[in-house]
């Protein structure tokens, strides 16, 4: 299992650059706060990060928050983007395994890990359905971000190479 930091540099340019750009374009302040955060760790002007190219910006935000002294941060930023990106891909996901949640895609309370072949079966039903990519980093993030015990979604992540982040 993965923890969110490690997600972040492993996660695919694409999705990371997904996630930065709907953060720089929906969260301000947030995007903001990142990276004077980030650069204070690093010695660094912010304007140093605000002024690069979009793709090399993202670049750097990914390497940075992919080390472990940004856990936290990593974390909040995943939990943005796919509540405000993804809520289909959520949703679709606790659905199919029978799992109440918000029209967010937010659960309470995580119920005990369902079974392997049901979360393989409503897994290759969101790979059909969603960009492969997103469908990898939001299972990820899911599981790290949980205190409950998904051993079987661990597995699965495990095994399935469609699955693999890096």
Not at 20 to 40: G, Q, R, V, W, Y
Not at 57 to 74: H, I, M, P, T, Y
């Amino acid at each position: 299992m993965y923890s969110t930091h490690e997600i972040f540099s492993l996660m695919p340019a694409l999705a990371s650059a997904q996630l930065f750009s709907h953060i720089a374009d929906n969260e301000k302040p947030l995007m903001k706060a990142t990276i004077e955060t980030l650069c204070k760790q690093r010695k660094l002007r912010p304007v140093f990060v605000e002024r690069k190219p979009k793709l090399e910006r993202f670049a750097w935000l990914s390497d940075a928050l992919g080390r472990k002294q940004n856990e936290g941060v990593a974390a909040h930023l995943l939990q943005i983007w796919l509540v405000g990106t993804q809520k289909q891909l959520l949703c679709d996901f606790l659905d199919g395994l029978g799992i109440a949640h918000d029209e967010h895609g937010t659960v309470e309370e995580l119920p005990a890990a369902p079974e392997k072949a049901k979360l393989t079966e409503v897994v290759n039903t969101l790979l059909e359905k969603h960009d492969p990519a997103v469908v990898a980093v939001y299972l990820h993030a899911f599981l790290a971000t949980s205190d409950a015990d998904w051993t079987p979604l661990d597995e699965l992540l495990g095994e399935d190479a469609r699955l693999k982040l890096g």
